[in-house]
């Protein structure tokens, strides 16, 4: 069975910086596209980065291009994302994702997502 836990949340003043962590079980975070998506109160859920497969190549929406980086860890099985400079817009429920593609191919579609993790509260105040 496929477990994602995202840790790392929390509050943090406009500017400062937070890094989300999301551990995988049950499954290698190398063998498909692997992602993060944000959902704030009363809008849709969205993506904020992607990693493909072999970690070569990462994507970003220009909302937080510049900004956040998406990683991944083959030893740990685990996946990052740093996000820096952030802003009051960016306060949302921050959630890991496998894909079901290697290729992100179907980038930041939700109903391209397998596994979700069970997300983690990111508040940013002004």
């Known amino acids: 069975e496929v477990h994602l836990v995202e840790s790392g949340g929390g509050s943090v003043q406009a500017g400062g910086s937070l890094r989300l962590s999301c551990a995988a079980s049950?499954?290698?975070?190398?063998?498909?596209?692997m992602g993060w998506f944000r959902q704030a109160p009363g809008k849709p859920r969205e993506g904020v980065a992607a990693i493909r497969y072999n970690g070569g190549d990462t994507y970003y929406p220009d909302s937080v291009k510049g900004r956040f980086t998406i990683s991944r860890d083959n030893m740990k099985n685990t996946i990052s994302l740093q996000m820096d400079s952030l802003k009051p817009e960016d306060t949302a429920m921050y959630y890991c994702?496998?894909?079901?593609?290697?290729?992100?191919?179907?980038?930041?579609?939700?109903?391209?997502?397998?596994?979700w993790g069970q997300g983690t509260q990111v508040t940013v105040s002004s």
């Open positions: 994702a496998r894909y079901y593609d290697v290729t992100c191919i179907s980038l930041y579609r939700t109903n391209a997502v397998d596994n």
């Open positions: 049950g499954v290698a975070v190398s063998s498909r596209c």
